[in-house]
């Protein structure tokens, strides 16, 4: 996304790449200790995941209703549902109506409804303080693992959350900075 973003004319300020720096250097610290390498096609999938979202939120700072545009991109996703629970019926596959419940409350709702909140954040954030804020993502994740799975703070997670909030914050400075 900030490639892209450069590519189209938008010069970071130097206070956006040490933000950069730093949010992406408190990312790594995060994850990286815990994280084994991933086999070839993992790391490939991964890769294209992220690629799909960055491409999915650049799409979505042009949503002039967001709730609307969500709802559309879950009804175009319901094909490739079908064709899964297809592919999946005559496996050893068990479905369970609480299963689908949490699903649905999971994928459906609470996705649904995270997606469009990105999509109305969105008009307020450069594409390159959007790229920066999703590596908070990470330490959203693991404040839940400490809030509902009763997971302990450890001083990486401290100190990756002060280094991914200090990086989002340089960015937010710089690009006030140059827009003075």
């Known amino acids: ?24 250097a408190g990312f790594v610290f995060l994850v990286l200790p815990g994280v ?5 096609s993992g790391f ?13 939120t650049l799409m979505g700072k042009g949503s002039k209703d967001p709730l609307a545009d969500t709802s559309y991109n879950f009804l175009r996703t319901t094909p490739m549902l079908l064709i899964f ?17 949490l699903a649905f409350l999971s994928g459906a709702i609470a996705s649904g409804l995270g997606y469009t909140i990105w999509y109305t954040a969105l008009r307020g954030l450069s594409t390159t303080q959007a790229a920066v804020v999703q590596l908070f ?6 404040m839940g693992g400490v809030a509902f799975s009763e997971e302990t703070i450890t001083l990486r997670l401290l100190e990756s959350t002060v280094l991914i909030l200090g990086g989002i ?10 827009s003075i």
């Open 85 to 101: 629970v297809l592919m999946t019926l005559s496996s050893s596959a068990q479905y369970s109506s609480q299963g689908i419940l």
């Open 44 to 56: 490939l999938l991964m890769s294209l995941a992220g690629v799909a979202w960055g491409i999915y």
């Open 1 to 24: 996304m900030i490639a892209l973003s450069i590519r189209a004319g938008n010069r970071l300020h130097v206070l956006e790449w040490a933000g950069v720096g730093t949010a992406f």
């Open 137 to 142: 993502v990470p330490v959203i994740a693991a």
């Open 169 to 178: 914050l340089l960015v937010v400075l710089g690009r006030h900075r140059t």
């Open 36 to 40: 084994s390498a991933p086999s070839p």
